[in-house]
């Protein structure tokens, strides 16, 4: 770390995922693009644990986009290898909101991949930009905060 950063609280632990065969390439690791899906089940689980529907949003008119990404990989996962998922919310906009993961083989706790992803949320009929649902802003901050 450098000088003056805070450390942050460890990202929470929001399930876990088993690499499936089909998730792997030639060489038997896991496929690069599919770290994306662990991300999202991640995040999947993240609303779930807030008591947050991702269904509900959606059929509310509001659509969460995903506009950027980003992935380090650390060590290759494998077939069968069992991984706990880390998720938390680190930025609220208006809009918009960001997402920090933090994949680990759980036999080891080996850092298997990092990454973040980036979300606007939309009106369905029309992709405009709407402001963040305050339910869901308020279930993201308390469950932050520790609630």
């Avoid at 208006?94 to 991949?113: G, K, M, Q, T, W």
Wanted: charged share 30%; hydrophobic share 40%.
């Amino acid at each position: 770390m450098g000088r003056g950063a805070q450390r942050r609280p460890p990202l929470r632990t929001v399930g876990e995922l088993r690499v499936r065969y089909g998730d792997t390439d030639a060489m038997g690791v896991v496929y690069y693009a599919n770290y994306l899906r662990y991300f999202e089940a991640a995040r999947v689980e993240y609303l779930r644990r807030l008591g947050q529907d991702y269904r509900a949003i959606e059929a509310s008119g509001i659509i969460m986009v995903v506009t950027q990404t980003a992935c380090r990989y650390h060590l290759s996962a494998r077939f069968d290898d069992l991984l706990t998922l880390g998720c938390r919310v680190t930025g609220m906009r208006r809009s918009s909101f960001r997402f920090e993961y933090d994949l680990r083989r759980a036999a080891d706790d080996a850092r298997i991949a990092t990454g973040w992803t980036e979300h606007a949320c939309l009106a369905r009929e029309t992709l405009r930009p709407v402001r963040l649902p305050a339910e869901l802003a308020r279930a993201i901050d308390a469950f932050e905060q520790g609630g």
